[in-house]
């Protein structure tokens, strides 16, 4: 009898267990944007309504790991798309991490050359693990589930070349879902934002990750002009010594009544949409 009992009761929680997993698996039909604390730099992470995950930029050192524990399901071993905006650490280390931990689909980045160990590690890890490689230029869209990922830079193909200033070879990308349209600009700086603004592209987004940090070499007016944007999320660290946000990119944020999330503030910011509507929350 007690025996019974013992496999009526394994049974039940194998069963709890099982739901808990199903539960997790589905779709909740929200398009989820997790601006990570990473400290200074830039990781984000965005959960299509389908499940599948993209993984823009990874932060400094290993931050990401714990962030994205926090985030995931336990189970999740898998990111579908990861995004190098450019090879600095601040945004490529903590995919080092990512691409030893996790299973990877495809690596989108612009292939620049870029003197720096840790991004040789990197491509050697891409390589090690098979990974689906993709060089990006502007005006290329890739579908993912339901969302549509619009590369605007760079505009032409920057595979093998040097930059003297590497935030200036930045992916910037807008991210569609449903009516609703959320920009990431990595680290391009004024001189990349001047290219984008003489170019016939399609700017205009709901919500921008405000360029470098906030830093005042990015988010120049004109730029703005175009983007149109209602909110900024800034992804910087507390106290950091680049002194980032700068007061001047802050005022033109508050001249245009944005709303503006930083990560120094208030930790990650979470941000998911319908399609229509998108809300925040911590
Ligand atoms: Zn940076």
Redesign the pocket.
């Known amino acids: 009898m007690r025996r019974w009992i013992q496999i009526l009761i394994g049974g039940a929680v194998c069963g709890v267990i099982m739901l808990v997993i199903c539960f997790q698996s589905l779709g909740d039909g929200f398009l989820h944007i997790y601006y990570l604390n990473i400290g200074q ?2 990781a984000t992470l965005v959960r299509t309504p389908g499940r599948q995950y993209i993984l823009i930029d990874g932060g400094p050192g290993d931050a990401v790991l714990g962030e994205l524990a926090g985030v995931m399901p336990f189970f999740a071993r898998r990111i579908d798309v990861i995004v190098l905006s450019h090879p ?1 650490a ?2 490529l280390d903590g995919l080092i991490e990512v691409l030893e931990r996790y299973d990877v689909g495809t690596v989108m980045m612009t292939g620049v050359s870029y003197g720096y160990k840790g991004y040789e590690r990197f491509l050697e890890l891409i390589e090690e693990r098979g990974v689906n490689v993709v060089f990006v230029n502007g005006g290329t869209d890739y579908a993912l589930d339901d969302v549509v990922l619009d590369i605007v830079y760079p505009l032409e193909s920057l595979a093998g070349r040097e930059f003297e200033n590497v935030n200036n070879s930045s992916i910037s990308l807008r991210l569609l879902y449903g009516k609703r349209i959320f920009y990431f600009s990595g ?1 391009l700086e004024i001189e990349g934002e001047e290219e984008l603004v003489a170019s016939p592209l399609d700017l205009r987004s709901d919500v921008l990750k405000a360029g ?2 906030g830093s005042r070499t990015s988010s120049s007016e004109p730029f703005l002009d175009l983007v149109q944007p209602q909110w900024a999320v800034i992804s910087c660290g507390v106290d950091n010594q680049f002194l980032h946000p700068h007061p001047e990119t802050i005022a033109h944020f508050q001249k245009r009544d944005m709303t503006i999330y930083r990560t120094d503030l208030d930790g990650r910011v979470d941000l998911w949409s319908d399609g229509n509507e998108i809300f925040f929350g911590n």
């Open positions: 730099g830039d600095h601040d945004h680290d470098h940090h």
